[in-house]
């Protein structure tokens, strides 16, 4: 039998790579149970553990879950969403700043469920979907899955700020050649860098959007993927430019991605939603149709349960409060780690990324494949991208966040 045999159909044919991070992940465990936890830095995991490398919980949300009748667990979902979740969902990703406009949500299997539904709908086959240089890898898997391809603007300028030239440059290259372009932009606490923009760099991105849709051939649809926001400070300061999504041209449209993964610690229920922001009624009922639709047809509905904690926490103030009081206890960990990595870095002269907030360190470097492979031999699993390493503060006590920018400069130096 030939090795090349195959019953896969030819856009199904992939190449066969194990996944980068759980590929670090798994032999970061492997050193662990040869050396000791404490001899070994496993920064791959990208959830809130604590110094032990145990999953930390928001124990107020699992407590919720664990009351629930058991019909609200076991039960199907509407297909688009419980209603009162959707309501919800809609305060839980604005709080103090809803945007004007009319505003229509759809439950998804988190934010990735967003992203999904969003290339498919808003995007056509074949087409560039547009992002920054540094971002999650699934966004290029979510693309590709569907037949479409990611293309970059660069992130950052040399003051380490946003690249707004190479944003609009890119845009506009793009709308040359499409009459369409979905852009994912992930901010605050960008993943991988810990980036977030300021709300007048946010000002200059909604401006060069509104220029590109004087011309009403065109149709512009901003992702706004908001996975980390809950650990990226205050509340409203941090959703401040959410406002902005209001009022826009109605060739325009803005889709919110929200999460339950991080915010509510509830990676595995797979629960988030996407929420439209629109100035034409009819557009935002297009998109719930078309939204129901999906669901219907990619993976009938979402995680009931998972719904209906949110929707508990936010009609009563109390478990809310509890429940931002037991988030403010990790995002102050959280803080500290990253702190010390930024703070030692910065005085042995280790570059990295901008970072401001967020459960990623970023550091630029050439052949980030041999430096990892490097730093595993000292007992370090990073994960590499394709122009530097991530560092995942979120699961690295803080003491050896203090410890590994050392051991990383090192490490590229040597190459
Ligand atoms: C940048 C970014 N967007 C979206 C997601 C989606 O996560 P989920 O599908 O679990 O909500 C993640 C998760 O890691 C992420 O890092």
Same mark, same amino acid.
């Given at each position: 039998m030939s090795e090349n045999f195959s019953m896969v159909a030819p856009h199904s044919k992939?190449? $066969?790579?194990?996944d980068k991070i759980f590929a670090a992940s798994r032999q970061a465990k492997e050193a662990i149970e040869k050396y000791g936890f404490e001899n070994?830095?496993?920064?791959? $995991?990208g959830a809130l553990l604590d110094d032990n490398g145990k999953l930390l919980v928001l124990p107020t949300v699992i407590k919720v879950l664990k009351n629930l009748p058991p019909e609200e667990i076991a039960a199907y979902a509407p297909i688009a969403g419980l209603p009162e979740y959707l309501e919800t969902v809609k305060t839980a990703a604005f709080r103090e700043c809803m945007p004007e406009g009319y505003i229509e949500a759809i439950a998804t299997p988190g934010g990735s469920g967003a992203i999904r539904h969003t290339i498919w709908n808003y995007s056509e086959m074949g087409d560039y979907i547009l992002t920054s240089?540094?971002?999650?890898?699934p966004y290029k898997t979510i693309a590709e899955e569907h037949g479409r391809k990611i293309t970059t603007y660069t992130f950052f300028d040399e003051n380490k700020n946003f690249n707004i030239k190479s944003f609009r440059e890119k845009l506009n290259q793009l709308l040359k050649i499409q009459d369409r372009v979905v852009i994912l932009l992930n901010s605050p606490a960008h993943n991988p860098t810990g980036f977030s923009l300021e709300i007048s760099e946010w000002e200059e991105v909604i401006n060069i959007l509104k220029n590109f849709a004087k011309n009403k051939d065109k149709k512009i649809i901003l992702f706004s993927d908001i996975a980390y926001i809950d650990f990226a400070g205050e509340k409203n300061k941090s959703r401040q430019f959410m406002k902005l999504f209001g009022n826009l041209p109605e060739n325009i449209l803005t889709i919110v991605s929200f999460s339950m993964s991080k915010g509510y610690t509830l990676y595995g229920m797979r629960s988030g939603a996407m929420i439209c922001i629109t100035s034409n009624k009819s557009i935002a009922e297009e998109f719930k149709n078309v939204g129901q639709f999906s669901n219907r047809g990619v993976w009938s509905n979402g995680t009931r349960s998972a719904m209906k904690i949110l929707a508990e926490i936010f009609k009563n103030s109390e478990l809310l409060s509890k429940v931002e009081t037991e988030r403010n206890v990790l995002k102050k960990m959280l803080n500290e780690r990253a702190q010390s990595f930024v703070n030692e870095a910065k005085k042995i002269g280790l570059d990295i990324c901008p970072?401001?907030?967020?459960?990623f360190i970023t550091i630029p470097c050439n052949n980030p494949e041999l430096v990892s492979e490097k730093l595993k031999k000292d007992n370090i699993f990073v994960v590499p991208l394709q122009k530097g390493i991530r560092f995942a503060v979120c699961s690295v006590s803080k003491e050896k966040c203090l410890k590994a920018p050392l051991k990383l400069l090192n490490a590229i130096k040597n190459i």
């Open positions: 992939r190449p $066969v790579n194990e070994v830095i496993n920064s791959t $995991v240089d540094w971002y999650w890898g970072y401001k907030s967020g459960f």
